[in-house]
């Protein structure tokens, strides 16, 4: 590994803030711990995922228990009512499995369920109310990792997030301005409403968000979660839908069941870089951008050096590129998976960079059909935690609502929100969906088909040892976020925190701009050279929300939450 250190500081002149950040981005503390580590998005559901930690569960256990406490303290990100991703590796044969609880499309969904009778899309129709639902698995993923692999009993797994919904916690300010956000849709729906805009106003800085219908929620599921698909709470949801033009049945609900896949894995340099297959987009990208930089070998440079990044951002918008015209779920559609992630592919689509000029994006395409033939007969708002547990098994789980509050739906008399998923299909070929990701008949609407997502739960081993567990939020920049934070700690060394403040650039292909974050500025003179290269660059405030856990050589384990976030990392 090159011995290359950067270190980020946050600028004494802050640029243009978001509504949902601060204004000037403080360099997190590393968590250092020796038998166990865990990072979640937030500080409640980190504690809670330690505990378990302590009372003798595993990795497993804690990564249950910490996303049903994100389910009650982080309402507008993830969720009961949504579904994502998990990456589990067994500390004892370094073995990787990975559990798919992606939301799914209703039976009654089709191809022009968002357009009028022109064939044009309506607005807002997959984002806002019930029809932009789609089946949630969360609760079914949750049961069935730890069936498998867990050890203390569910309900012991459960109890942290009912006592965190009945006495309730502080809302931040970050919570605050994400209800300002959405608080239209919230406003549309009576019992959200009653929830987060008490007396039509959002819940204040300071004040105590008490969650009591999703505390017995959660106490139903504790005796009995497959009361979410086919028990009370299914007909809530169900009796929910039918009386507000919802198209989720009972049916859907009793049928959904979680898919158990191959772990998608790659190799970068001695590393082992492993994480999710479709429907998840995550894992093709990430090690498809790792082989073109293999190629390249931008690594003599700084991580904020315009050589190093000016690959990495042509890099990306090759992969994006074929992002849109061959990613799908690969239960209704053929992806090619093996040639996307080859070297011998990144070898065809290396000789399009050119070091000193940047590509317009109508000028990269995905390769065509007969390239990638020919390659097979020659081969063929969000939320994320990480644990780490004594024996060195690890899980990166992300999961998500979709959008801040999802589809602003919350079934009366359970507290559950509900997700917007169904956006993330492509509603028509080429229209983007909310954020800005375009897409083809790969990924059309279906019945029982799963959205492509960009979830990107990944874990890296080295010579059969854990050396890295690592995701993020963020929507379409989650793939690009985990593979910088890769690349910071793995090839430029960095230190976890240091890893995680250094500033991100984003390019996704279309829209057309260079996204380089101003929250965290990179030296004036790189953003120069990348402009004198061609890079038509947007300044961006709102990033992803990340964390990670590093294993040193020594066995030490090093964590570290985003700041970007409310997140913590804690250790023992």
């Excluded at 590994?1 to 981005?25: D, Q």
């Excluded at 029982?448 to 040892?465: D, F, N, Q, R, Y």
């Amino acid at each position: 590994m090159v011995l290359l250190k950067f270190w980020a500081t946050c600028s004494s002149m802050c640029f243009a803030i978001s509504t949902l950040v601060s204004p000037c981005l403080a360099a997190p503390p590393s968590t250092q711990g020796r038998t166990g580590l865990i990072t979640s998005a937030h500080p409640d559901a980190t504690r809670v995922g330690l505990e378990i930690l302590k009372q003798g569960g595993n990795a497993v256990d804690a990564a249950v228990a910490t996303a049903m406490a994100i389910s009650v303290a982080e309402p507008f990100s993830a969720g009961i009512g949504g579904g994502g991703f998990l990456l589990l590796r067994l500390g004892e044969t370094n073995q990787m499995i990975a559990l798919d609880f992606r939301e799914r499309a209703p039976l009654k969904a089709n191809s022009r369920l968002y357009l009028d009778a022109e064939g044009q899309v309506i607005p807002r129709a997959s984002i806002d109310g019930h029809r932009a639902v789609a089946v949630p698995g969360t609760v079914a993923g949750l049961q069935a990792i730890h069936q498998k692999y867990g050890q203390l009993p569910w309900q012991t797994l459960l109890n942290p997030a009912i006592k965190l919904a009945e006495e309730g916690f502080v809302v931040s300010d970050r919570t605050h301005r994400i209800i300002l956000l959405r608080q239209k849709a919230l406003a549309a729906n009576p019992a959200a409403q009653k929830i987060f805009l008490p007396k039509g106003q959002p819940l204040a800085v300071g004040s105590r968000l008490i969650q009591t219908d999703l505390a017995n929620t959660l106490k139903r599921l504790a005796q009995d979660p497959q009361a979410f698909y086919s028990g009370s709470i299914a007909l809530a949801i169900a009796k929910d839908m039918q009386k507000n033009d919802g198209i989720v049945s009972l049916w859907d609900l009793k049928t959904y069941a979680p898919t158990w896949r191959e772990p998608l894995c790659g190799e970068f340099q001695q590393l082992q870089v492993c994480s999710m297959p479709p429907p998840s987009s995550g894992g093709v990208h990430l090690i498809q951008i790792l082989n073109l930089l293999t190629l390249g070998q931008p690594f003599s440079t700084k991580a904020d050096h315009p050589d190093y990044l000016h690959a990495l951002v042509e890099a990306m918008k090759i992969a994006y590129a074929d992002r849109a015209e061959y990613l799908g779920d690969t239960d209704f559609v053929e992806v090619p998976v093996q040639e996307l992630t080859s070297l011998q592919y990144a070898q065809h689509r290396f000789q399009e960079i050119n070091p000193n000029q940047a590509r317009p994006a109508e000028q990269v395409k995905a390769m065509n059909s007969q390239t990638l033939k020919w390659l097979q007969k020659e081969s063929n708002d969000t939320s994320h935690l990480n644990v780490v547990d004594r024996d060195r098994n690890a899980v990166s789980l992300t999961f998500t609502l979709n959008l801040g509050f999802g589809a602003g739906v919350v079934v009366p008399g359970t507290g559950i929100i509900l997700n917007n998923e169904m956006d993330d299909f492509a509603t028509a070929p080429g229209v983007p969906n909310a954020f800005g990701l375009v897409g083809n008949t790969q990924n059309a609407i279906a019945p029982t088909k799963k959205p492509l997502s960009s979830m990107t739960p990944t874990i890296v081993t080295e010579a059969g040892k854990l050396r890295l567990v690592v995701g993020a939020a963020g929507g379409s920049t989650i793939i690009t976020t985990v593979l910088q934070l890769v690349m910071n700690v793995l090839v430029f060394e960095q230190d976890v925190a240091t890893a995680i403040h250094a500033p991100k650039v984003h390019h996704q292909w279309r829209p057309l701009p260079l996204r380089m974050e101003e929250w965290v500025q990179f030296p004036q003179t790189t953003v120069e050279e990348l402009k004198q290269r061609g890079h038509d660059i947007q300044g961006r405030t709102q990033w992803g929300n990340a964390n990670l856990i590093e294993v040193t050589s020594q066995d030490e384990l090093f964590g570290a939450a985003d700041p970007r976030g409310e997140g913590t990392a804690l250790g023992y």
